[in-house]
C-alpha cells in the first residue's frame, strides 16, 4: 500500500447559498482524528512560474478536530426488491427462476436472481459460477449445494432458468442461446453453447431474512452487498412450480412479457420507467428500485433493429445493464456540517481536511444572495468537472499517451485512485467488462477536483485551470461571484440575468439544452459573454429527475471520443433525447459563442497573431496598450503559450455570426495539434498544426441584435497566461479591456 495513511471527503452539494447547511461526508485511514477547516480557493497551481497555491482561511462553524472512521465504499449496481421471503413460495416447496441475461465479463461469482444472505451464506440464488456457468444454489439442512452447468460466451443473450421440484427433488438448470441478427456480439452463422445441469437436492430450509436481489446478492450484517453481475438482465421472474425443459424452450420465445403464466408468482418489468430508477413489479409482484447507478435504455435480448428509440418503443428496451464498478452514492456517514454564514462572499471555497500529515481540499461554491449580487458571474463548468470525475486515462486508456504525444506523468493522486476502485470511473473510461461509463455522480470522492491537482497528460485542467480566472479577478480587484453549471441548468436565464458580464470557465466541455437557452437568452436581451475556454458546449448532457446530482453523457458515433455507444443505445435514459454532439443535433457552439472545437494537442503552446479586423475602430479598443505586431500570448503556464491544450476556431459553415470580428489567429502549432475527428470524413495526410489551416484558435469578437456581445479566447491554455509578469502582459491586457467595456457599456 502506498498510501498507509490518507482523508478524502465529498459534500452532499456542489454549490449552495448563503444560510443553507453543507454536510461534508469523510473516510480515511491512518490516522485517529482529522481537522477540518474552511478556506477560500484563489490559486492552485504549484508551477514555479507562478503566483503559487493560494488560500484564504475562513472562521467558521465547521472548523474542528473529527473522528477519522474508515468507511467502506457501496458500490456495484444491483436491483432491489424488499422482502425475498414474501416473493419466494414457502421452503420446501417447489419454484422456478428465469431471466434472460447477457453476460459482458468473468469477474467471478456474477448472481442474477438471489435470496441470499452473504454474511451467513444461506438462501436461494440463481447465479453464474466463475466461467460464467450458470448455476442454481440452495441451502439445504445448513449445507448448500450447487447445480452447476457448462460455460457460456459473454456477448451473448441467454435464456435462463433453474429451478426444485419438491416431487422428485430434483433440481435443474437451463441456459439457451436467444441470438437474432442484432441482438448479440455475434450472429446467428455462429455457433453458441447452450447449458444444462440437473442433480438431485434435500427440500430446502427457511429463507434468511433479506431481500431479493438482481445482480447481487444480499447481506444482513448491514455492509455492501456482495458479488455483481456485468451485463444486462432482462425480463427477471419468479414461479411457484418448477420449470421444466418444455416451459424453458416456451419463455425463450418470451418477447416483453413471460410467455409462461402458469405458476407465475412475480416478474418485474424493466421496460417501465426507464427514465427512474423504480423497478416496476408485473401483476402482483412488489416494486423495487435500482440501486448504484446501472444503465437503463439499452436493448433488450428481443431488440431487432426495427427501432432506435426507447420512448417509442419501450417494449424493445426492457433491460438494465448492470457494472461491478457502478457508484452513484459511496455511503459515507455524515462527519461534519457547514451553516454558511449569511454574510460569506461568493466565491470558490474548499473544506480542508488534513489527517496524520495528509491534506485534502473539498471544494464548493458559495452562491451570491438574491438582490445583492455582483456585475460579474463566474460560471464554474461544473458538469465537465462531473464528466470528468476520477478519470483513469493515465492508468486505463492505451491511446492516452498517443493522443498526448509525451510521456505520462502519474500524480499522488492518481495512484491513490488505482488503490481505491470503489470511488467509481469518469466518463472517459470503460467500465470492466469495455462498456462506457454513461453516468457520474458527485456523491462520491472527486480525486481529480482539487486545487493542486495536476492530470498525467493535460496538465493543469478543469478547476485548477479554472482558478487561473479566479486568481486574476482577485489581483486585478474586480468584485465577481460564482456559479454553476447546475444553477444555470435549474434556473435558466433567471441565473444569468443579475449579472452585467457572464465569464465562462477554461473548459465548460459539456451541456444541457436549458444551459444553452440560457445562454443564448442572455446574450439574446442584451447580456455579455466572455468565453475564457475553449472545447465548449460540445457534448449532450442530461441531469437525473430524481437523482439531481447525477449526471448522464452517451457518446455518439462522432466526436472525439473515449467510448462509442452500443447500437442502438444513443438516447440518454434520464430524458429520452439524443445524446453526442451539439453539433450533430444542430447546435454548434459557433452559434452561440462564435467558435467551436477544431484541434488538442498537449506538447505545448502557442502564441496568436492579430488579424486586420482587430484594427478596425469599432474592435480596435479590445487591443488599447497592444503592439501592432505584438504576438499575443507568447508565455504561460500551460505549455508557454495562450493558445494551447483544447482550440476553437469560426466557422461560417458551422453558423458563426455573420460580421463576427476575427481579432487575431494561433500559429506555430506542432503537429501533435490534430484536427478533431467530425471534421474528417475521409482520412488524409496533412491534418496536424504545422499543415492544416484549421488547427488553430480564433480570438473573436461579435454583437447581437438585443445589445447583447460575445468575446472568445478559444483557448483552454489562455486563462494560464494572465499572471504572467506579475499580470503585466498582452493577454491579462486583453482581457481586461473586454470586461472593463462590458461593464461600462
Not at 354 to 376: K, L
Request: charge should be negative.
Amino acid at each position: 500500500m502506498r498510501f498507509p495513511t490518507w482523508v478524502l471527503g465529498y459534500s452532499d452539494e456542489f454549490s449552495v447559498a448563503p444560510g443553507e447547511r453543507l454536510a461534508f461526508h469523510v473516510s480515511g485511514h491512518g490516522a485517529d482524528t482529522v481537522e477540518a477547516k474552511l478556506v477560500r480557493l484563489i490559486h492552485g497551481d504549484t508551477h514555479p512560474g507562478g503566483p503559487g497555491f493560494r488560500e484564504i482561511e475562513v472562521d467558521s462553524d465547521v472548523d474542528g478536530v473529527y473522528p477519522l472512521v474508515d468507511q467502506p465504499a457501496q458500490h456495484g449496481s444491483h436491483a432491489r426488491v424488499p422482502g425475498a421471503g414474501a416473493i419466494m413460495p414457502a421452503a420446501g416447496s417447489s419454484f422456478g427462476l428465469f431471466a434472460f441475461v447477457q453476460p459482458t465479463a468473468d469477474l467471478g461469482v456474477a448472481p442474477v436472481i438471489s435470496a441470499w444472505d452473504a454474511a451467513i451464506d444461506a438462501g436461494v440464488a440463481l447465479v453464474l459460477e466463475p466461467g460464467l456457468r450458470p448455476a442454481l444454489w440452495l441451502t439445504a439442512a445448513g449445507t448448500t449445494h450447487r447445480i452447476e452447468a457448462e460455460r457460456l460466451r459473454a456477448g451473448i443473450w441467454y435464456a435462463l432458468s433453474a429451478g426444485w421440484d419438491a416431487g422428485s427433488g430434483r433440481a435443474r438448470v437451463d441456459a439457451t442461446p436467444v441470438v437474432n441478427p442484432y441482438n448479440s456480439q455475434v450472429g446467428r452463422l455462429v455457433a453458441a453453447p447452450s447449458a444444462h445441469a440437473a442433480g438431485a437436492v434435500p427440500p430446502w430450509g427457511p429463507l434468511p431474512t433479506v431481500d431479493l436481489l438482481l445482480g447481487a446478492v444480499d447481506a444482513s450484517d448491514g455492509r455492501v452487498v456482495r458479488g455483481t453481475f456485468n451485463g444486462k438482465i432482462s425480463l427477471p421472474a419468479v414461479y411457484d412450480r418448477a420449470l421444466d425443459e418444455h416451459d424453458h424452450e416456451r419463455l425463450a420465445a418470451s418477447a416483453s412479457t413471460p410467455s409462461v403464466t402458469e405458476g407465475l408468482r412475480a416478474w418485474w418489468d424493466l421496460s417501465e420507467g426507464i427514465e427512474t430508477t423504480a423497478v416496476v413489479g408485473g401483476g402482483n409482484a412488489p416494486p423495487g428500485r435500482l440501486v448504484n447507478l446501472p444503465v437503463r435504455a439499452v436493448t433488450a435480448h428481443n431488440w431487432d433493429g426495427s427501432s432506435y428509440n426507447w420512448r417509442h418503443t419501450p417494449e424493445l428496451y426492457g433491460a438494465v445493464h448492470f457494472h461491478a464498478d457502478d457508484v452513484e452514492d459511496t455511503g459515507w456517514a455524515e462527519t461534519c456540517a457547514l451553516t454558511v454564514p449569511p454574510d460569506l462572499r461568493s466565491g470558490l471555497y474548499a473544506l480542508r481536511l488534513r489527517a496524520g500529515g495528509y491534506e485534502d481540499h473539498v471544494p464548493f461554491a458559495v452562491r451570491a444572495v438574491p438582490g445583492r449580487e455582483s456585475d460579474i458571474a463566474l460560471v464554474l463548468p461544473s458538469a465537465s468537472y462531473l464528466a470528468y470525475a476520477n478519470e483513469h486515462l493515465a492508468t486505463g486508456s492505451a491511446v492516452a499517451q498517443a493522443v498526448c504525444g509525451h510521456t505520462l506523468t502519474l500524480q499522488p493522486l492518481d495512484l491513490l485512485l488505482m488503490e481505491h476502485p470503489e470511488f467509481g470511473r469518469s466518463t472517459y473510461d470503460l467500465h470492466v467488462d469495455g462498456s462506457g461509463v454513461a453516468l457520474t455522480s458527485r456523491r462520491r470522492p472527486i480525486l481529480n477536483m482539487r486545487p493542486r491537482h495536476r492530470f498525467s497528460y493535460l496538465g493543469t485542467w478543469q478547476l485548477p485551470a479554472d482558478l487561473y480566472i479566479v486568481d486574476w479577478l482577485e489581483h486585478m480587484g474586480y468584485g465577481y461571484d460564482v456559479l454553476t453549471d447546475e444553477e444555470v441548468h435549474k434556473h435558466g436565464h433567471d441565473a444569468l440575468r443579475p449579472y452585467r458580464v457572464v465569464l465562462t470557465g477554461t473548459h465548460p466541455e459539456y451541456a444541457s439544452e436549458p444551459m444553452l437557452d440560457a445562454y443564448e437568452d442572455y446574450i439574446g436581451r442584451g447580456g455579455r459573454v466572455m468565453y475564457l475556454g475553449a472545447n465548449g458546449f460540445y457534448w449532450v448532457v442530461s441531469f437525473h429527475a430524481e437523482l439531481p446530482y447525477v449526471m448522464e453523457v452517451r457518446k455518439g458515433e462522432a466526436g472525439s471520443r473515449a467510448w462509442q455507444a452500443a447500437p442502438g443505445e444513443t438516447l440518454h435514459s434520464t430524458t429520452g433525447e439524443k445524446g453526442g454532439l451539439w453539433r450533430n443535433r444542430g447546435r454548434a457552439p459557433q452559434k452561440l459563442v462564435g467558435t467551436g472545437f477544431t484541434a488538442e494537442g498537449f506538447n505545448a503552446s502557442s502564441p496568436y497573431r492579430r488579424m486586420p479586423d482587430s484594427r478596425d475602430d469599432r474592435v480596435s479598443w479590445i487591443f488599447d496598450g497592444v503592439g501592432a505586431d505584438e504576438l499575443i500570448g507568447d508565455f504561460g503556464l500551460v505549455g508557454g503559450g495562450a493558445a494551447g491544450q483544447e482550440l476553437d476556431r469560426a466557422d461560417l459553415g458551422l453558423g458563426t455570426p455573420p460580421g463576427t470580428y476575427l481579432l487575431a489567429s494561433s500559429e506555430r502549432h506542432d503537429d501533435s495539434y490534430l484536427l478533431v475527428v467530425e471534421d474528417i470524413a475521409f482520412m488524409y495526410r496533412g491534418l496536424g498544426g504545422t499543415e492544416h489551416r484549421d488547427v488553430r484558435a480564433d480570438l473573436t469578437y461579435y454583437e447581437s441584435p438585443g445589445g447583447g456581445a460575445v468575446f472568445s479566447t478559444s483557448s483552454i491554455a489562455w486563462s494560464g497566461s494572465l499572471s504572467h509578469n506579475d499580470y503585466d502582459n498582452n493577454v491579462s491586457r486583453v482581457t481586461a479591456n473586454v470586461l472593463n467595456r462590458f461593464l461600462s457599456s
